[in-house]
């Protein structure tokens, strides 16, 4: 009697250490298949097309061009202020503004926007962009990319689906025409 009942006892003990073995392994998963799925789960929760607001349009004075960040939605609490990001805002008249993209269609150094001379330039590699953000001179073969934007109750927003790089295939196409692939 005393062997089967240590081999039943035995069996139990195999049983229940994979059990417990099956948990602890579960419990180390769970942050790996969050870090893994995190991408996915952040897309959706952040919306493609969700509109980002850049202060009330009475902070941009009419005929000027100022400096501007925005909070990305895609953050992290720890982000800090490496979740601000900038842009310049051109107000045309009481309705019609711009929303430039901080970055140099060249290769993204921050371009400035030198108000005596009413030119946005790029320290990098000397780009120079008017204040209606076309090309002026320098490298850069094109314009300055703008965010789409809107006015709603007295403040500006801008829409925070991804902007156009130069690399782009809609950036492609305004440069070449069409498709270099096509
Ligand atoms: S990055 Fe601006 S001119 Fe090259």
Known sequence: MTVPENLSRRAMLTKLGIFLNGIIAAILAIPVVGYLFSPV???????????????????????????????????????????????????????????????????????????????????CHGGVYYEDGARASGPPERGLFEYPHKVEDGKLFIKSSALQTPGSPSALVKLSGKLPWA
Request: hydrophobic residues 40%; positive net charge; aromatic residues 14%.
């Open 41 to 123: 789960v952040r897309a959706r929760k952040v919306g493609k097309d969700a509109w980002l607001l850049l202060g009330p349009v009475a902070q941009y004075p009419t005929g000027q061009t100022r400096f501007a960040t925005f909070r990305n939605l895609d953050v992290q609490p720890w982000d800090g202020k490496t979740a601000d990001s900038a842009c310049w805002v051109r107000r045309i008249d009481t309705q019609t503004f711009q929303v430039f993209a901080i970055n140099c269609a060249h290769l993204g150094c921050p371009v400035r926007w030198f108000p005596q001379s009413r030119l946005f330039m790029c320290p």
